[in-house]
């Protein structure tokens, strides 16, 4: 029982990457993108290959306490970063409640931030230097939400 809860240690019981290691890769992945850092920069930085970066945004490779470390300094963030915005379900997927889980959890929706549409969009809002401007554009993109009634469009 040991050697199989080794293989599978933090992986749902369907042999999929835990929704916690997957939040604290997409988080990685929102920083790093909102940083202009390309996959294979964040990784010379770090000494790793750009394919290590790529499996820890994915939530494929686990990362572990030192990683994490070195990640929160060089995308210069506090590790807590990394676990901002988690959900109560994605919390309930920590490998301790995943022990005596037998269902797959719920799948998760898709986070808005992690879209290269919304990081596009932040970075060109805050490169309108004109503070008004700026404040204009906010104001309008509210507008046109309410307005629309605050639908997403996919």
Do not use: C, W
């Amino acid at each position: 029982m040991e050697s199989t809860r080794q293989s599978s240690r933090g992986r749902t019981p369907g042999g999929r990457p835990n929704p916690i290691d997957v939040h604290v890769g997409s988080r990685l992945r929102l920083r790093r993108t909102l940083m202009g850092l390309s996959q294979e920069a964040l990784g010379e930085a770090l000494g790793l290959t750009f394919q290590q970066i790529q499996k820890y945004e994915r939530g494929a490779n686990r990362i572990g306490a030192s990683r994490l470390f070195d990640l929160s300094r060089a995308l210069e963030v506090p590790v807590e970063y990394f676990y901002d915005e988690m959900s109560a379900d994605v919390m309930a997927a920590s490998p301790r409640h995943m022990v005596r889980a037998t269902e797959e959890p719920a799948p998760q929706r898709i986070d808005p931030m992690s879209k290269r549409e919304t990081l596009d969009l932040v970075r060109t809002y805050y490169k309108i230097g004109d503070l008004n401007v700026r404040k204009r554009v906010y104001e309008l993109a509210r507008a046109l939400a309410v307005h629309t009634g605050g639908r997403r469009e996919a």
